[in-house]
């Protein structure tokens, strides 16, 4: 009785897992559901679900040690099959308000277009250097000083 007992205390870890899992699972399926790769991952659920099944209940030893041994596989099959959907998904959160640009960098690539648009109009030729992490001080001491906003 004691290990039955022990099967139903749930922790805040253990109830933060299944709150997470399933979260994670409903936003998937609210992805993926009308699509073809929905119906591809149905199908490979309850394949996968029914021959484990049947190895429990029989206790087909080899052939669970097999399917756990393929799962591994399974993971690595799931992301090719599903490249076009996960392709699409990290473009949409690439694409979040939270990840844009802020509308100073907006100008400013807005004012970088301007002006190179306007030095091909003029068949002038620009070395342009944009300064992020590595300073780039030794090639402005040698370079013309424009009047540029940025």
Do not use: C
């Amino acid at each position: 009785i004691d290990r039955i007992t022990h099967l139903f205390v749930v922790g805040w870890r253990s109830a933060f897992e299944i709150v997470l899992l399933s979260v994670v699972i409903y936003y998937g399926y609210l992805y993926f559901r009308g699509t073809r790769g929905a119906k591809v991952l149905t199908g490979l659920a309850i394949v996968f679900l029914a021959l484990t099944l049947i190895t429990t209940l029989l206790k087909l030893a080899v052939i669970g040690w097999i399917l756990r041994s393929f799962s591994v596989f399974l993971a690595i099959a799931l992301v090719v099959i599903f490249q076009p959907e996960l392709r699409r998904a990290l473009a949409e959160l690439g694409g979040h308000p939270i990840f844009s640009l802020t509308s100073e960098k907006r100008e400013m690539v807005h004012d970088l277009a301007e002006a190179v648009t306007q030095l091909s109009a003029k068949q002038f030729g620009a070395l342009i250097a944009i300064e992020r992490d590595t300073s780039i001080r030794v090639y402005e001491e040698t370079g013309v000083q424009l009047e540029a906003d940025f």
